[in-house]
């Protein structure tokens, strides 16, 4: 067999380097051009934003994110219908951890959050009171654990599509319907309640339960100025906005707070 | 010995001739119909859709066949071309001739990115009809007045098209790279998909750097961050917000990338032994 003396120009050696001084230089050239591309064309931030609030949530969902592009809603539509299979068989760990995916691969429906959400604070309590013998057999105090934990959990999942996704009407109601029926807080029902009435396209009723709850309150005053302002923007022949029965309240209001007829509030309709 | 001047009509030359073998390639007939197959099926899967409004996972199914299928197209085709040329000796009677290497490269390229350009194009007036008729349907069915967002936004979808073409060119530039470095074509075509992997996550592994709090860490991913471009940064949603602006940048960056890799290939490969 031929042998190239060492240092030659077709030795192993030279071989090996003139490998090495291509891929150093070929990594150079690309890190000193990317260097200056990327100072030049600043990347859109938000998008960076975006997927590193997405990493801080759960970073292996965030490559599959990266890696599906285009098919998340199709890849998120079908890990929904795995979901469903475990919400049959009420499996706890694994349907919450559905849920996360879900909302992983695509945060954008508001349908997945919402409906995420529910299951959280309504569903599973259930389940886990069964699992621990059923209503009958848990203790009040217990089952009111657990319907505060599994409520929290619900909670921040709402919390979470709120920072990955402009939040919505729904959202905020989901949350208020939330903190009334499961937490008993009131005052946070209210103000989430306020909330969604102040999105765009926020429904009448939150605005009319935001006045009920001030009133359960006990802060009747507020409610009966919240009512007086809300009503002029209400629309007469709307039903949603059901100006008459807010009209009755401010009435109601206004007997209870003894309010004398020359400073009573006047429709103008 | 006497040189030729660098010819652009010479580059175009190889270009039409590598456009004309790629046209008759089974590879390139059978992605574009397997991806028209599956923009124009789209509606069969309407029945797994729960979350976004149907004209937008629609547009986004469409989306993600041409960004499957386009890299798939880009990645193998350039390989097959390109050693194709090597096996079959031709590009050594072409260069013979003369020919500069930069020449061929670049007429390979051009000839690779013109089927991209005619793939995506394709797939996004497929997918135009298909939209375009399903709101139709969606508006004879009642919906006379769709809720804003969810009618689908024809100029955003041929935006999409072109943030596409361009991430396509840049990959293929890429590819040409990895080609001209290779000695097989498997070699090559794993690499780059294993590039496209990486330019896709690109964006995930800074965060996971940056988070590991160490220097040495956040070096590495400053690296990794200049050498391979962000492919996350050409995703636009069909129907999503997009801007002249934004648009224009983000082509500056990808034409940026695609003539350093293109340098660089041009480099390696007249270096390389034939």
Known sequence: MRRW??????????????RWRLFATVVAGLALGGAILTGLVVPQQTNREESGARLRESPGAGALFGWLGGFRALAADLLWLRMYAGWERRDLPGT??????????????AYFWINGARILAYDQPVWRIEAEGGFEAVPTERRRVIEVEQARLALRLLEEARGLRASTAAMWTEQANIELNKLGDIAAAAASFRRAWEQPAGPYYAARIYGELLRRLDRHREAYEWLCSLYPKLPPDDEAADAPLVLARIRELERMLAVPPAAAFRSGR | MTTVPFSLTRVGLIAAVTLREAVRQKLVAGLALIACGFVLGVRALRDFNFGAPELKFIADFGDGVIAGFGAVLTIVLLAQLFFGELESRTALTLLAKPVWRSEFLLGKFCGVVAVVVVFCVLLTATLSVVLWQRESALRVEGFATLPAGVGFDPGALWVAAWLH????????????????????????????FSGFVVCHLQHVAQGVYSRAGSSAMAWVATLIGWMFPDFHLFTLEAGGAWTFEGVARLTVYGAGYAALALGLAVWVFRHREI
């Open chain 2, 165 to 192: 073409i361009v991430r396509l060119t840049v990959l293929a530039a890429g590819m040409m790279l990895v080609a001209c470095i290779a000695q097989t074509q498997l070699y090559a075509i794993i690499v780059g």
């Open chain 1, 5 to 18: 003396p060492l240092g030659s120009r077709f030795g192993c050696f030279a071989i090996v380097k003139s």
């Open chain 1, 96 to 109: 919450q951890t559905l849920i996360r995916a879900v909302v992983a691969v695509d945060p954008r429906p």
